[in-house]
Nanobody, 129 residues
Framework: EVHLVESGGGLVQAGKSLRLACAAS????????IAWFRQAPGKEREGVSC????????YYADSVKGRFTISSDRAKNTVYLQMNNLKHEDTAVYYC??????????????????????WGQGTQVTVSS
């Protein structure tokens, strides 16, 4: 059975950091790319960051570039999103998703939800200003 489980969300003050984790099981982790998406109330879903597990290539949205870092631990089948210098506008539910068929990691960020193979349940990040 496939599982993607996010953790690490919470309430934090602006300027502080959080690290999200996405733990995967039930599929061939090394063959996939993992992406982080976020959605705030009343806003469209945004592709935040993506990583190819096999070659480590990464993508970041302009809104988080320089502040967020995505990484993977293949031994633990886990992808992390280190979020530094958090801003109020980073407040959202953060989801991780896995996809096995993609062209570039950049393309994953704009894929419609049905084109990604697996989704986690989401974790809330709230940044107080």
């Amino acid at each position: 059975e496939v599982h993607l489980v996010e953790s690490g969300g919470g309430l934090v003050q602006a300027g502080k950091s959080l690290r999200l984790a996405c733990a995967a099981s039930g599929f061939s982790f090394d063959k996939y790319a993992i992406a982080w998406f976020r959605q705030a109330p009343g806003k469209e879903r945004e592709g935040v960051s993506c990583i190819s597990i096999s070659d480590g290539s990464t993508y970041y949205a302009d809104s988080v570039k320089g502040r967020f870092t995505i990484s993977s631990d293949r031994a633990k089948n886990t992808v992390y999103l280190q979020m530094n210098n958090l801003k109020h506008e980073d407040t959202a539910v953060y989801y991780c998703a896995a996809v096995v068929d993609w062209t570039t990691v950049e393309s994953i960020a704009t894929m419609p939800p049905y084109e990604l193979d697996y989704w986690g349940q989401g974790t809330q990040v709230t940044v107080s200003s």
